[in-house]
């Protein structure tokens, strides 16, 4: 559940990423270090890692914006709800790293524990079941913030909605660029499926469980608004 087995492995992974603002939160390490495409490589008939690693999914997105089941037995009611690119849905996914399963994990794929960072921290200790949240991924300063009401934030699936960003390409490390994983996951049915694309999102909405120490990661999109108030040593607000 809290990537027992592939600790030591992950405290690597992170020492690697970003500790201030303005350091590239990609790691260059071999095994397993790498962000993967669950998608594609379900498409390619391959598991998209080398040798017994998975793509595994860090998307925690839930149907309705719900926490998602994932200590539930598939329970749907009004807090918790299918998970829509992970766990069983993990082929739906675009974003993932390339882990080594094996360790004692609540999902159906055996992979680890998907959750926000964004999360308070309650409901991070719920679905985390007391570990910490970790951000796998940097935002591009420069492709995934938007201005909404005078304020730079990152972008989200209720900017696609509002039509203030076409998604797709536009930006850098967003959840399901052309709404495939959505169309898939609504079967036709508009209401579902436009639920699915607010419920999608870029980096910063994305991470692990992760029994060990987080990196220290800004918001570097939230770092552009002169009130900021910075996460990390070094770190400069209206950047």
């Known amino acids: 559940m809290n990537l027992l087995k592939t600790a030591l492995t992950y405290a690597a992974l992170f020492s690697v990423g970003a500790v201030t603002s303005v350091a590239c939160f990609e790691p260059e390490l071999d095994i397993p270090s790498f962000r993967c495409n669950p998608a594609q490589a379900t498409k390619q008939g391959d598991n998209g890692c080398p040798g017994e690693e998975t793509c595994c999914s860090d998307d925690p997105a839930t149907v309705g914006g719900k926490l998602p089941n994932?200590?539930?037995?598939?329970v749907s009611n009004d807090r918790y709800g299918a998970p829509l690119f992970s766990d069983?849905?993990?082929?739906?996914?675009?974003?993932?790293?390339c882990v080594k399963t094996g360790f004692d994990s609540p999902l159906i794929n055996g992979c680890p524990v998907p959750c926000n960072p964004k999360w308070d921290t309650a409901t991070i200790n719920e679905i985390c079941t007391g570990s910490q949240c970790c951000q796998t991924?940097?935002?591009?300063?420069?492709?995934?913030?938007?201005?909404?009401d005078g304020k730079w934030r990152a972008a989200n699936g209720t900017d696609i909605v509002a039509k203030r960003t076409g998604w797709g390409p536009q930006h850098a490390t967003n959840q399901d660029a052309f709404a495939e994983g959505c169309t898939v996951f609504s079967q036709g049915d508009q209401k579902s499926l436009i639920d699915c694309i607010e419920q999608l999102g870029v980096a910063s909405s994305r991470g692990y469980c992760y029994a060990l120490g987080c990196p220290c990661i800004e918001d570097v999109c939230e770092m552009k608004n002169p009130d900021y108030v910075p996460r990390c040593t070094g770190a400069a607000p209206g950047v």
Do not use: F, K
Request: aromatic fraction near 4%.
């Open 70 to 74: 994932y200590h539930m037995d598939g």
């Open 88 to 97: 069983n849905n993990n082929a739906l996914s675009t974003q993932g790293m």
């Open 137 to 148: 991924q940097e935002l591009d300063p420069a492709r995934d913030c938007i201005m909404v």
